[in-house]
């Protein structure tokens, strides 16, 4: 298998059901997770900065453009320092460090802050305010109306749909990094889609997009 | 082929998917329009989600959060903070004096027991209890407090390091001075001066590095406050809503925003943005002589500000068009206070074609 800029395109590469793909895994020995576990500075550094961009992007896809990616990233990074001492290996670090990151993000999601910071304004302020081209604020608020979409979703199920659909994660893993059951997996995903469908149908804008 | 089958494929795109796997979609797609929909609804949430427009952090980013998530994860507990237990000693041991006062002044009244053996003691006196002290004051807790740890200055007098300030007085500090209000570090640069009101710190000159108990150091200019606070965020998005408006043409949504944004408690940058909006909006569509007057308010309200010297140009640009000899006085003001200024070039060249 060929290392993946995504890791989600290489599942994809592989079939839904292939497990995660360990090309995209970096190099991370045993005594560097030793260290990691004893509070080592430079380990943890090593296997954080290994990690950040990856974890970033997913954090960042898992709470939209409204979430401040830079310090749920810095919470999974404490969250990790705290239970790294737990740490038995049986999964690879990186898996342990997106189940860390989705469990930060639904808790991010699940606060009513996240829910009330919702008004179309502030979605306007934030599409407008991330690109100056005409063409590129057209695509952010098109990606942020999405999102508005998604805030509709109960937690577990938009991070259900997020992983399945944006990062291309099979059920087995979704509910693998979730710690839920495949059934309650699926039963998730099967609702989570039926309720964004029927809403982006709504939507005239994200609709137009969709015919065109 | 049924829909069902087809499902767990409609969210993958064709160049992901098997060449058998692909041929049987494509061909349940050409008979089902409802899974040709949902398919086409997927591909786009897939496209959306993938290019969020979020601004990535890049390896210093990265570098910065990871050094603030090891300070704060490496750092040792903190102790768990106990009550000092003498004051409740003491109160216990009056408790129980003010009880034996009780009952030996109960049992005054009772006959004396018979004693065959040793009668003196029924006959000695009981001693007099020790008077109950007064529990002595809880210890003195100052949140209102300001403590000094480097050399600053309260209305021109110096404070003595390791000094305790009240809250609501102007710290002011002569070269680079540290000063720990509540649990937050405070660095001020030279000259800056802050003051603390109601948990606040506003950094009313210079600026100022805070680091609170996260351990991420934030920079705060003159005019911002620390904790910020959430109507000043507020405060941002309407300014960018405002801007956006404006970019599009709608100057009537863009002076709404601003106007709201000025409502909204703005920082003093935040307010000369919002008002330089507003008198753009005003030129924009026409009201030359309102623009003109808020562009002279901002250029001298602001003139430390970037708002200030862009109003100040701006004001003798409105002026070039209706009035050439305002307009060389403008021009003229503009590059005396900025010489080296943003628009000095532009006001120089403006200046040789008025003249």
């Not at chain 1, 500075?41 to 950040?52: K, T």
Request: proline share 7%; net charge positive.
């Amino acid at each position: 298998v060929t290392a993946f800029a995504h890791p989600g395109l290489a599942i994809l590469a592989m079939g839904i059901s292939s497990p995660l793909p360990r090309a995209v895994e970096p190099s991370i020995d045993g005594e560097l997770i030793e260290a990691c576990r004893k509070g080592d500075r430079g380990a943890l550094d090593r296997v954080f900065r290994a990690h950040a961009e990856v974890l970033e992007r997913l954090l960042a896809r898992l709470v939209g453009p409204r979430g401040d990616a830079e310090d749920l990233l810095q919470e999974t990074f404490v969250a990790a320092i705290e239970a790294f001492p737990r740490f038995r290996g049986e999964a690879s670090v990186r898996s342990w460090l997106h189940r860390i990151a989705i469990h930060v993000a639904h808790k991010e999601l699940r606060r009513p802050r996240h829910r009330r910071e919702t008004p179309d304004d502030n979605l306007d302020a934030e599409a407008a305010s991330t690109a100056t081209p005409t063409d590129r604020i057209a695509a952010d608020r098109l990606a942020v109306a999405l999102y508005r979409h998604l805030d509709k979703l109960d937690a577990r199920k938009r991070i259900a749909i997020v992983l399945h659909v944006v990062e291309g994660y099979s059920v087995a893993e979704i509910a693998a990094l979730t710690g839920a059951s495949q059934t309650a997996t699926k039963s998730r995903l099967f609702w989570a889609r039926r309720a964004l469908l029927a809403s982006l149908r709504r939507d005239p804008e994200l609709d137009d997009e969709v015919r065109r | 082929m049924s829909c069902r089958t087809v499902r767990p494929w409609l969210h993958v795109a064709a160049e992901q998917l098997s060449e058998p796997d692909r041929l049987v979609l494509e061909d349940h797609l050409q008979v089902c329009e409802r899974c040709r929909e949902e398919r086409a609804q997927l591909a786009l949430v897939r496209r959306l989600g993938a290019t969020l427009p979020v601004t990535p952090l890049g390896p210093r980013g990265h570098a910065r959060v990871i050094a603030a998530a090891l300070i704060r994860g490496l750092q040792p507990a903190e102790p768990v903070q106990r009550r000092p237990i003498w004051p409740f000693a003491i109160a216990g041991a009056a408790v129980v004096a003010a009880i034996a006062i009780a009952v030996v002044l109960t049992r005054a009244d009772e006959p004396a027991p018979i004693v065959v053996r040793d009668p003196v003691p029924a006959l000695r006196e009981a001693p007099a209890p020790a008077p109950a002290r007064p529990a002595p004051p809880a210890p003195i807790v100052r949140p209102d407090r300001v403590v000094v740890e480097g050399e600053l200055e309260v209305d021109g007098n110096k404070l003595a390091p390791d000094a305790e300030v009240p809250t609501n007085v102007a710290l002011r500090a002569r070269v680079r001075a540290k000063v720990r209000v509540f649990d937050t570090q405070v660095v001020l640069a030279a000259a800056s001066q802050i003051i603390v009101r109601d948990r606040t710190i506003v950094v009313l000159r210079g600026s100022a590095l805070v680091t609170p108990r996260d351990g991420v150091q934030r920079r705060i200019e003159a005019g911002d406050t620390w904790p910020r606070e959430a109507r000043r965020l507020r405060a941002e998005d309407e300014l960018a809503t405002a801007h956006a408006a404006y970019a599009q043409g709608d100057f009537a949504r863009a002076e709404k925003f601003a106007a709201s944004a000025l409502a909204s408690k703005p920082t003093v940058a935040q307010a000369a943005e919002a008002e330089t909006v507003i008198a753009d909006c005003r030129q924009a569509t026409g009201a030359h002589g309102d623009a003109m007057r808020r562009y002279q308010t901002i250029a001298t309200s602001y003139p430390g500000l970037a708002a200030g010297e862009t109003a100040s140009f701006a004001a003798a640009r409105l002026a070039a068009r209706t009035n050439p000899t305002e307009a060389r006085s403008l021009y003229e003001r503009y590059l005396a206070r900025y010489p080296q200024g943003r628009f000095a070039l532009d006001a120089r060249r403006a200046l040789e074609g008025v003249r």
